[in-house]
């Protein structure tokens, strides 16, 4: 079966090796405890791995173990029988029942008390549950996925969680890694979110300046993918312009990183226009002819464009960068002549310039 990432968006290794562990463990019924800081895309993986699962088009039933009061969690979870307490004016099915075929999705499973985990340990262990106030088990048909934020190793040193219950769920760790660890993924992840809030509020989508790009990669991302998405939101209202600058970024972030200027270069292939226009120099010189031989040249193909991991915008933005660098080079800076040398108007050449931030 291929994998269906699910809107997961990452490229670096330490992600890549998540989705090959993914791929094996979703066609089983092994428990599965993923861990990772807040906002790392916990959730978004468990759904990933349900949707890959045997039991994808069965229900999916997630539950905030941190967020339901201690009281109600055994009730929400296994149900109860009518009269079983004060409120339980009739008999309710609980979310492993619910759930039957398909997969239970224990979040902030390090916040559970004691008492619970046991029983989770018994679903586990017997696949049986048992309403609160009833007299019997149920056979329930459910793979348990959890998750947390906390180190649950931790947790059993200082007696908090169970250790049974620990290697019962551990069978298989998924661990994601935080944002500030995964390398150019800030920067594939920062366009996919400005791209997607921009169209959202109907604007042209926003550019990331050369030494924004360098900011977002030096920051350390405490809040992770979430943090990031957010901050992408804010930018696509209240940047004016097409382009995010670093007058644009909130002090918390510019403070953080310090002198912009010391920042190192962007390395990637693809991730930003200088890195861009350096690799596609490589591959210019066998395809393209030189200034003195300008009659053989050949236009580029789809072959050239993939080699560089680019798309047709990109590929043509490095094109016209690299033309308006020669034309303003040979013009020694002046955009009359530059613009005239490109053929174009002074007004258009100044317009491209202000989208580059220059
Ligand atoms: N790799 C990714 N690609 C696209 N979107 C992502 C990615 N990782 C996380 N997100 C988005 O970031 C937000 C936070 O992700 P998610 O809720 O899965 O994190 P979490 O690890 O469960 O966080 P918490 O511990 O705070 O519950 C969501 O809106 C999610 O869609
Ligand atoms: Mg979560």
């Known amino acids: 079966m291929e994998l269906n990432t699910s809107g997961i968006i990452g490229q670096s290794t330490t992600l890549a ?21 807040s906002g790392t895309g916990k959730e978004l993986l468990v759904r990933a791995l349900h949707a890959n699962s045997p039991r994808a088009d069965s229900p999916f039933v997630p539950i905030n173990c941190g967020a339901i009061p201690k ?31 398909g997969t239970v999705f224990l979040d902030e499973i390090g916040e559970m008390d004691l008492s619970l985990q046991v029983k989770i ?84 989508v926003l550019a990331l300046a050369a030494d924004t790009q360098r900011v977002l990669l030096a920051y350390s991302w405490p809040g992770n993918v979430r943090e990031l998405e957010n901050f992408m939101e804010r930018m696509s209202i209240l940047v004016d312009g097409s382009i995010v600058t670093p ?9 953080q990183v310090g002198d912009i200027s010391l920042l190192p270069e962007i390395e990637e292939a693809g991730q930003s226009e200088t890195a861009v226009a350096q690799s596609v120099e490589i591959v210019q010189t066998p395809v393209a002819g030189t200034a003195a031989d300008p009659g053989s040249f050949v236009w580029p193909d789809l072959a050239v464009m993939e080699a560089h991991g680019l798309n047709l915008k990109d590929f043509l933005d ?41």
């Open 247 to 255: 007058d644009d970024l909130p002090a918390k972030i510019l403070d």
């Open 71 to 101: 009281e109600l969690l055994e009730s929400e979870l296994f149900g109860h029988e009518k009269g079983a307490f004060t409120h339980a004016i009739r008999s309710r099915s609980g979310r492993f029942e619910m759930a039957d075929g």
């Open 17 to 37: 090796e998540v989705f090959k562990i993914l791929g094996k463990v979703a066609p089983t019924d092994s428990t599965v405890l993923v861990t990772g800081e």
């Open 121 to 204: 340990l018994r679903v586990l262990q017997e696949k049986e549950i048992e309403r609160v106030g009833g007299n019997g088990c149920k056979k329930v048909d459910v793979r348990i996925v959890a998750a947390t934020n906390r180190d649950l190793e931790a947790e059993v040193q200082a007696g908090n969680f169970r250790e049974d219950l620990y290697y019962r769920l551990n069978v298989i760790p998924l661990h994601l890694p935080p944002l500030r660890e995964r390398g150019g993924d800030v920067l594939l992840l920062a366009r996919y979110f400005l791209e997607q809030y921009c169209r959202k509020k109907g604007r042209s």
């Open 318 to 358: 490095v094109m016209e960068n690299r033309l308006i660098d020669e034309a303003l080079g040979k013009a020694e800076g002046v955009k009359n002549q530059a613009a005239e040398l490109l053929g174009i108007k002074r007004t258009t050449l100044i317009e491209k310039l202000k989208k580059r931030g220059q």
